[in-house]
């Protein structure tokens, strides 16, 4: 059974930083996407960023030259660097597993608080 735990949220500034954290804990095979999602209060739970095992990403348009997503198979940890954090990133933030391949297998966090406020 796959556990993804997230690490990393808090409370920062408009224009601070933040690096989100998520460990997968069981064994993980390949092809896989491992990427981010967020939810606002009031809002749907939207696409952040992914990575594929392959190296390959996607972000939303949103966050597009403010954050980067990066994975390290070894550790079976994706992270999403975020800088330049607006008002509107306030969301929890969820870790994503997802096997594309195979219809429906997909893993998700507890998510992580991120509340950017001055």
């Known amino acids: 059974q796959v556990q993804l735990v997230e690490s990393g949220g808090g409370l920062v500034q408009p224009g601070g930083s933040l690096r989100l954290s998520c460990a997968a804990s069981?064994?993980?095979?390949?092809?896989?996407?491992m990427g981010w999602y967020r939810q606002a209060p009031g809002k749907q739970r939207e696409l952040v960023a992914t990575i594929r095992s392959g190296g390959s990403t996607v972000y939303a348009d949103s966050v597009k030259g403010r954050f980067t997503i990066s994975r390290d198979n070894a550790k079976k940890t994706v992270y999403l660097q975020m800088n330049s954090l607006k008002p509107e990133d306030t969301a929890v933030y969820y870790c994503n597993l997802n096997y594309y391949a195979v219809t429906g297998m997909e893993y998700w966090g507890k998510g992580t608080l991120v509340t950017v406020s001055s």
């Open positions: 069981g064994s993980i095979f390949s092809p896989n996407a």
